[in-house]
Every structure is written in structure tokens, then in C-alpha cells.
């Protein structure tokens, strides 16, 4: 996997969290990414054409943040299920 | 007798657009920001709360103040997100709360605390905007596109503030993880937002993603297993540069990095045999070098994260240095150099046997770097905001104890080289009070080494304990090495609970505090020589 400098890890958790930026929002994203991996990284995430045309190690990397995405997609709906619960007692 | 500062005076001194602009500032930090200083710097809070909730005893009460500051931030939210916070507020009454604080510019800072309707003013501005703010700190999964939490974790990643409009250099705006639940200070105000002096020490904000799962498990590397007192050493010139009776001492690390790194594999692969999974490695202040770190890294899974105590003793030319690095799956190291360097007097020169190598008559400071204090506080799930600390910055109040109580993060990593980690000693202490207020879970690890070194002035040594944990619910914790053991595996499960700000208003139930939910020996796999 690819090691994000802190700059280009906040940026890349912020691409990945927000999914539905606008397209321009995306490309302001893209250009703060410092580094060419990272940059690499970000379009990867986005086109899945990138995405198939990437190096492994690229690949792995989006990988992860897929994974990381649904998984706080599932914390989540745990945590609107107890704010539910709070607000009920 | 001189003028008094007013209220607009004071307050233009944090966003100085007030002085020729006095319309309420829309950015939800900078309102909390500008609104709390007011409440802190006067102290008023605690007046106002004699009394509270407004319209207590006429039918109103305190489930109308939460419920309609709750729904004044969302409205503000939700107006901030269509970009029309301007013409939306005016609708919820905010506006009308603004003008009463407008109004007061004139006035005496002094007469803030008999200004009932301005106390009431400035505390709904501060709940609305931090119930607005709900969600900044943490990456948490918001679902529907959320313009605000884009723009803030923007402003936090480029300057370490949420503040907008505020003087960087006067007040700075961070997140929140916890509310004290105990005492009343300005810190018990608020939810998801902290007010921080700008001080010497700056913050940083970093995001890395994280796969949390319903437990963590750490393993906790005791390392070095032996310290010498030769690695205690005078720096050459230190008697010409310090009054007669104080000295500058480094200490050098010692080589060994295949052997390192071959142990710390084992171990890894033990507890990852015993748990199924390693989260992170960790190890304790001083233990490894720059390069043994890199190496630790390359050989480590790469989904696990590793946090360790760098050094590298004084080489002549500059001071030694002494820092945390911190490494992610997706994230490169993040360096952060010790806040204070160690000071040795008489007694702890006996209590680690180095009066050999150092007199115990005279004190000795450690010769570190100690220069662009910084303090990382690091997002990796929306349940665990994490920093590290090195050795006396956890029991130093100065310069990052009062961000850290402002921030409250999840999980606080104290780094040390020190004698065994036991209830009574100093480490344990400073970890209740950060658990106490404002209810961060830590955990403090010191080398084996060390604590074998350490020679108590009376009574058994018990230098196997080598790390502590302490958390809100329970007490706490040793974690002792059993005979034969190297290091030890720990499983973090998180814990939620509901908090409160002191004007009553509730997070939901999804305060987060990681609780040690399980400890368990690890022995490396020893080779047949070494058995």
C-alpha cells in the first residue's frame, strides 16, 4: 500500500468520505494531493477505469479505503441507532 | 482609575472584523469561539448556571433549552449547507440573540455576570453552534453530502483550527471527543467543539483511515529488555555551560537492529497465533532508533500501525533527540519531539544505579532537542481520536496538558523511561486525572529495561509491571509481564455512554471510550541456544 505523507492521508480521508463532492469539488481535492502516488491514489478511487489500469500496490491502497468507507458506513447505522436509543430513554 | 475594557473590546481582540462589522458570525466555530472566550474570561458561567434552565418553573424547563438549542444547530447546519446562513438564522431567532450580545459592546467586561438576558445570549449561541458542529472531529460516515464538515476538516487540515473569521493567534477552535462529566469549567460547555489558548505548543489535526473494528489489540513491546547504566552519559562540555552543581546527561541507544527486529516479528506473530489479529505495536520512550523504526515498519503487516519512543544521543555538534513516531497503514511517519527534557536529581540517580556514571550531586538535565513543540492529535475512526505523549509531558500541565483536557482524545499513548508502572507511582496519577477530566482511557508503557534498573528506596521492586491502564468505569490497571514472557497483547473494546454539557444537553449516547478488555502474555520464540 501506498504511505501518504499526513497532508496527503487528511486529504485523501476527506476525497473518500465525501463521495458526493461536486466534480469540482473533487478536482480541488485531487490538487491538494502533494505527492504523485497519492494523486494516483485519488484518481484510482474515482474511475474505476484508473482503477483496473493501476499497479497493485495502488489497487491495494484503494482497496483499503473501500473497505474503510463501508465499514463506517455499518458504524454508522450503529451509532444513529443509539442516539435513537438515547433519545427514547 | 483606568477605562475598563468592554465587551466589544475584548471581543474585537478575537475577531476583529466586530470592530467595523458587527454582524453575528456565521461560521459555527467562530460564534462558539467568540461567545465561550466572553463566558470563560468573565467566568459568568458558572452565574448563569445558579439558575438554569431559563423559564425554569413557568412550563418551560430544560427539555425546551436542549430540544430548541438542539434544533436551532441543525437549522444553522442545514443553512450553512445550502449557503444561506445569513437569511436562514434570521428565521430561527438567532439573530435576535446575536443583537442582545451586539448590544452589550458598550458595556464593562465587569458587568457581564449581573447581565442575565447577555448570559442567556451568549450561552444559546454557544450550544447552537456547537450542537451545529456535530460530527467535526472524528471521519465519521455523515451519509448525505455535508458541505460544512468538507469546508471545517478542510480548515483543520490546512491550519489546525476550525476558527474561520477568529484571530489564529489569539484562540484556536478544535474538536471534542469528551465533555468533562465532572467539576464546571468553560470545557463543560460543550460537545463537539473546544476552545483552545493559542499557545506555544500548536496542534495538528490528521486523518487516516483506519478499519475499526469492535475491538483493538495492541501489542505492548517492553523494549529494551536490559538497559545499561554506561548508555547514561556526561555531555563533554556540559559543566562549562551550566552552574557547578548541574550537568547535561544523554543517553545512547544501543545497535542490535536485525536481532530487533527478528524479536519483534516473533513477537507479532505470537499474539497475532493467540488473537486472531494485531492492530498496532507500540514501545516505550527511548527504545528504538530512526532506522530500527523504518525497519520495524517494512517488516510489519502493513494494516498494522506502530507507534514508538525514537532516539539518538547528543553527538557533539547538536543535542540528542528524543520524539514519538507514529506510523498508519496509509500513513507515513509523524514525528513529535519530547515538550520536556528529563531532569535526574539525587534520588532517581540512586534509583537507577547510575551514580557510576553520573554524580548523584548534582542534577542533570537531559541534553534533547525540545524545540517546535507540537501536539498530533490523529482521527483513524469515528470512535478513536488518539495522541502520544513522551514521558514528563504527560505529568507537565504546560505547554499541551489543557489542549489535551480541551480535546479529550479517546485513547492517550504515554511513552516512558521509568521504573515499573505501578498503582502508586507518578504515572498513575497524572493518567486518573486525564481519565477523570476529561475522560480520555490511557495507557502508559516504560521499557523492561528501565524498570529492572529501577531500585526502589524501600520495599520489593516489582520492575514486570511495565505498563498501566486507566479509564473512566474502571480502576487501575497493571500490566505485568509473567516470567518468561516479552511483551504483552491488550484488546481495547470500546465502551459508549452518554454525556452531558453542564447546560444539560445529551450527545446521543456515542461518547466513546476504549476499555481494556483483555491482557495476554507473549513469549518470542526463543532460538535453541537462547533456550
Known amino acids: 500500500m501506498v504511505r501518504l505523507t499526513p497532508h496527503d492521508s487528511s486529504v485523501i480521508t476527506a476525497l473518500v468520505q465525501h463521495t458526493s463532492h461536486s466534480d469540482e469539488g473533487k478536482k480541488e481535492l485531487l490538487d491538494e494531493l502533494q505527492s504523485p502516488e497519492a494523486r494516483l491514489v485519488g484518481e484510482a478511487f474515482l474511475d474505476s477505469q484508473k482503477y483496473a489500469a493501476a499497479a497493485d500496490h495502488i489497487r491495494a491502497t484503494v482497496d483499503y479505503l473501500q473497505a474503510w468507507v463501508e465499514n463506517n458506513k455499518r458504524l454508522r447505522v450503529k451509532r444513529e441507532a443509539r442516539g435513537q436509543a438515547a433519545a427514547r430513554s | 482609575m483606568p477605562d475598563q475594557l468592554t465587551i466589544g473590546e475584548f471581543l474585537i481582540g478575537i475577531l476583529p472584523r466586530l470592530r467595523s462589522d458587527t454582524r453575528l458570525p456565521s461560521w459555527p466555530p467562530d460564534c462558539f469561539a467568540l461567545c465561550l472566550a466572553l463566558l ?94 456535530a460530527g467535526v472531529g472524528a471521519p465519521e460516515d455523515m451519509g448525505d453530502n455535508d458541505s460544512f464538515l468538507q469546508r471545517a476538516r478542510g480548515f483543520l487540515r490546512k491550519d489546525a483550527t476550525l476558527g474561520l473569521e477568529i484571530d489564529p493567534a489569539r484562540v484556536k477552535v478544535l474538536p471534542r471527543m469528551h465533555t468533562p462529566q465532572g467539576g464546571l469549567t468553560e470545557r463543560s460547555l460543550s460537545l463537539y467543539l473546544s476552545m483552545c489558548d493559542a499557545g506555544e505548543a500548536a496542534p495538528c489535526w490528521l486523518s487516516t483511515p483506519f478499519l475499526q473494528r469492535d475491538s483493538v489489540n495492541l501489542l505492548l513491546v517492553p523494549w529494551p529488555l536490559e538497559v545499561l547504566a554506561k548508555q547514561f552519559r556526561e555531555v563533554p562540555d556540559s559543566a562549562t555551560r551550566l552552574p557547578a552543581d548541574f550537568g547535561f546527561f544523554t543517553y545512547d541507544l544501543l545497535g542490535g537492529d536485525a536481532e530487533l527486529i527478528a524479536f519483534v516479528e516473533s513477537l507479532h506473530r505470537e499474539a497475532h497465533r493467540k488473537l486472531g489479529r494485531v492492530d498496532g505495536v507500540i514501545l516505550p520512550e527511548l527504545a528504538v532508533t530512526a532506522g530500527q523504526f523504518r525497519g520495524l515498519r517494512d517488516r510489519l503487516p502493513q494494516e498494522c500501525f506502530l507507534v514508538a519512543g525514537i532516539g539518538s544521543g547528543e553527538t557533539g555538534a547538536q543535542r540528542g533527540t528524543n520524539e514519538v513516531r507514529l506510523a498508519f497503514p496509509l500513513l507515513a511517519e509523524v514525528i513529535q519531539k519530547k515538550h520536556h527534557p528529563w531532569k535526574l536529581d539525587e534520588a532517581q540517580v540512586m534509583q537507577y544505579g547510575l551514580g557510576g ?136 473494546s470500546i465502551r459508549y455512554r452518554q454525556e452531558f454539557t453542564a447546560d444539560g444537553r445529551g450527545d446521543g449516547g456515542n461518547a466513546a471510550f476504549p476499555i481494556l478488555s483483555g491482557v495476554h502474555p507473549i513469549a518470542a520464540a526463543r532460538t535453541a541456544e537462547s533456550r
Not at chain 2, 459592546?105 to 456547537?130: I, K, R, W
Not at chain 2, 500541565?397 to 504515554?414: Q, S
Not at chain 2, 507511582?425 to 493518567?431: D, I
Request: charged content about 20%; glycine content about 6%.
Open chain 2, 357 to 492: 556514571v553520573l554524580s548523584p550531586y548534582r542534577e542533570w538535565w537531559e541534553h534533547c532537542d525540545v524545540t517546535r513543540r507540537r501536539l498530533n492529535f490523529i482521527s483513524i475512526s469515528e470512535d478513536l481520536v488518539m495522541c502520544a505523549l513522551i514521558c514528563e509531558d504527560l505529568a507537565r500541565p504546560d505547554p499541551v496538558a489543557n489542549m489535551i483536557r480541551a480535546v479529550g482524545p479517546n485513547l492517550v499513548i504515554a511513552l516512558l523511561m521509568d521504573g515499573p508502572q505501578t498503582k502508586e507511582r507518578w504515572a498513575a496519577r497524572y493518567a486518573t486525572v486525564l481519565a477523570d477530566d476529561p475522560g480520555c482511557s490511557v495507557l502508559s508503557l516504560t521499557s523492561l529495561g528501565m524498570s529492572q534498573l529501577s531500585r526502589p528506596g524501600s520495599g520489593p521492586s516489582r520492575p514486570r509491571v511495565v505498563a498501566l491502564w486507566k479509564d473512566r468505569f474502571q480502576g487501575t490497571r497493571e500490566i505485568e509481564l509473567p516470567a518468561a514472557c516479552d511483551a504483552v497483547a491488550i484488546s481495547l
Open chain 2, 40 to 133: 470563560k474570561q468573565t467566568g459568568s458561567y458558572s452565574q448563569l448556571l445558579q439558575d438554569w434552565p431559563p423559564g425554569r418553573g413557568i412550563g418551560q424547563g430544560l427539555a425546551h433549552w436542549t430540544s430548541s438549542v438542539h434544533a436551532l444547530g441543525e437549522q444553522w447546519r442545514r443553512a450553512l449547507h445550502r449557503n444561506r446562513p445569513s437569511e436562514e438564522l434570521s428565521v430561527g431567532g438567532l439573530l435576535n440573540v446575536w443583537q442582545i450580545l451586539r448590544e452589550s459592546f458598550p458595556q464593562p467586561l465587569s458587568t457581564v455576570e449581573n447581565n442575565t438576558p447577555l448570559l442567556q445570549a451568549l450561552m444559546h449561541l454557544v450550544g447552537a453552534a456547537d450542537e451545529a458542529s
